[in-house]
């Protein structure tokens, strides 16, 4: 059963740090282009970074600078640290994997066309 989890999750005051995990279980992540995205209540859901085949990164104007994203293949897993958090950060974040064939393993990724979805983990800003 292919599946991924998010963990790392929880309450931050502003200009904190948390560090966000998306193991993969069933399928070896290193095929695939990895996003991180998030959903605020009433609002919707939005891509924040992603780490393509080759490791080129994407991020969202907001979070540059202060999110960083990476893969450890060897742990099936894909990281978000994020520091200099704000209260707009707070939300529920996903990670979601894309397959890439080997003939784009070159291709920068994007924010759509996603195959799996983790369940998430909530991220809370506040002092």
């Known amino acids: 059963q292919l599946q991924l989890v998010e963990s790392g999750g929880g309450l931050v005051q502003p200009g904190g740090s948390l560090r966000l995990s998306c193991a993969a279980s069933?399928?070896?992540?290193?095929?695939?282009?990895i996003g991180w995205f998030r959903q605020a209540p009433g609002k919707e859901r939005e891509g924040v970074s992603c780490?393509?085949?080759?490791?080129?990164?994407t991020s969202a104007d907001s979070v540059k600078g202060r999110f960083t994203i990476s893969r450890d293949n060897a742990m099936n897993t894909v990281y978000l640290q994020m520091n200099s958090l704000k209260p707009e950060d707070t939300a529920v974040y996903y990670c979601?994997?894309?397959?890439?064939?080997?003939?784009?393993?070159?291709?920068?990724?994007?924010?759509?066309?996603?195959?799996?979805w983790g369940q998430g983990t909530q991220v809370t800003v506040s002092s």
């Open positions: 979601a994997a894309r397959f890439i064939s080997v003939s784009f393993v070159q291709s920068t990724c994007g924010f759509t066309r996603y195959d799996y």
């Open positions: 069933g399928f070896t992540l290193d095929s695939y282009a």
């Open positions: 780490i393509s085949r080759s490791d080129s990164i």
